[in-house]
């Protein structure tokens, strides 16, 4: 079996000025105070796939650089399911609740955590709303690292316990999300050359190479093809980021013909994205921002905007701004189904109906919906909502 890895990558990128960092070192922003990127690479093939590995290190060959050991919780190999939909829709929901701490998120987690580890990080700091923290905390505690959570003081409690769970050290912030984060990296800043280093999701290149993962999964799931289209909730954009890095090594690799459209969905009580592609530009667009049921998608200002957008373009996607009341009535529909989903996922359900009924995708399209968290993370919550819509 081949572990060539990546082929040709061996250098962060920032994406606004181009000046490149060596992989081996772990960074998580440019000297200019960006996020980095790491450009996709050259793929893998059938034959590359680790078959013996029941998780998404059966990709490993992908990575840009080799991990030996990894730290793993069997993250990855996520059921898609075929499913029905109001209208006369067939998705095939990719299940990423059943991930081991609840979310998508463990993808990126996993990756990340364990190349900070085999570089000789032994703590570390995130900041979240909720999903982000509890995977970091998790892997870190399975990884034997210290780790800090700083996440938003409307955190839903329950999110907030699996966190203290794992033993990482929580500290709630008062305010908007962008308030944690700030919190966050000023502890790091200030932590001295052996301090706590800022293991970010939304900052460090090193998650999109967990979470391009999904792309590798859905290609093989789908017998080594890929699928017309995904739609996925979308926030700081590590999904629709890890989508567009996975099908694009796949593309270039010659394992796959042609791109899926890439469909974003937002809550339009917090669309940014949303707003600058409507608006056809690269920059943010002032729009409303107030409460979402969705708030795992609650990123005002994400900080890789223009890769978002350009991933969208690229592949012939569209951005959608769902209402709560379109989020509450798909949420009802995946629980009507035995999907007990957070209300995040949901955001994709709703963007789906709105495609479906504009008839932007086909109801014979190969559609994959991705369901990104699990609604015991916010049970009250989502049961409050589905009764709303019931009535």
């Not at 937002?266 to 608006?279: E, G, K, R, T, Y």
């Not at 709560?324 to 209300?343: H, N, R, T, Y």
Request: with cysteine.
């Amino acid at each position: 079996m081949c572990l060539a890895y990546s082929g040709g990558v061996s250098s962060y990128v920032d994406p606004v000025d181009g000046t490149t960092y060596p992989l081996h070192e772990p960074r998580w922003r440019s000297d200019a105070g960006r996020p980095l990127w790491i450009e996709p690479g050259a793929g893998l093939g059938r034959d590359d796939i680790d078959t013996s590995s029941r998780s998404l290190w059966r990709y490993r060959a992908a990575l840009p650089v080799s991990i030996p050991h990894p730290i793993t919780l069997g993250e990855g190999l996520t059921p898609l399911l075929e499913g029905t939909w109001p209208g006369g829709g067939a998705p095939l929901f990719k299940v990423e609740w059943l991930n081991p701490t609840g979310s998508f998120k463990d993808r990126g987690t996993s990756v990340m955590l364990s190349y900070l580890r085999d570089r000789g990080i032994r703590s570390v700091l995130e900041d979240s709303s909720g999903n982000g923290g509890s995977s970091v905390a998790g892997f870190a505690a399975a990884g034997g690292l210290a780790a800090t959570i700083f996440a938003p003081a409307s955190t839903s409690p329950a999110k907030i316990a699996q966190v203290r769970a794992y033993g990482a050290a929580v500290e709630l912030i008062a305010g908007p999300r962008a308030e944690s984060q700030s919190a966050a990296i000023s502890r790091a800043d200030n932590a001295g050359p052996d301090g706590s280093f800022y293991a970010s999701h939304n900052w460090q290149a090193f998650f999109l190479q967990g979470t391009k993962t999904l792309a590798y999964e859905l290609w093989e799931y789908l017998g080594f093809r890929a699928p017309d289209a995904v739609v996925m909730p979308v926030g700081a954009g590590s999904s629709l980021l890890g989508c567009f890095l996975g099908f694009s090594e796949l593309l270039a690799a010659g394992q796959i013909e042609r791109m899926p459209r890439l469909y974003a969905a937002q809550p339009v009580n917090c669309s940014p994205l949303d707003a600058s592609f409507v608006a056809g530009v690269d920059v943010p667009v002032d729009r409303p921002v107030s409460a979402t049921i969705a708030e795992g998608t609650a990123i005002a200002r994400p900080m890789r905007l223009r890769q978002m957008l350009g991933a969208l373009r690229m592949t012939g996607g569209t951005t959608l701004a769902v209402t709560e009341s379109e989020i509450a009535a798909a949420l009802d529909v995946l629980c009507a189904q035995g999907m007990f989903v957070e209300p995040t996922s949901a955001v994709a359900g709703a963007a789906y109906s709105r495609l479906l009924a504009s008839h932007v995708i086909g109801a014979a399209e190969t559609t994959v919906v991705m369901l990104s968290g699990a609604g015991l993370k916010a049970a009250s919550a989502v049961s409050d909502i589905v009764d709303g819509v019931r009535g």
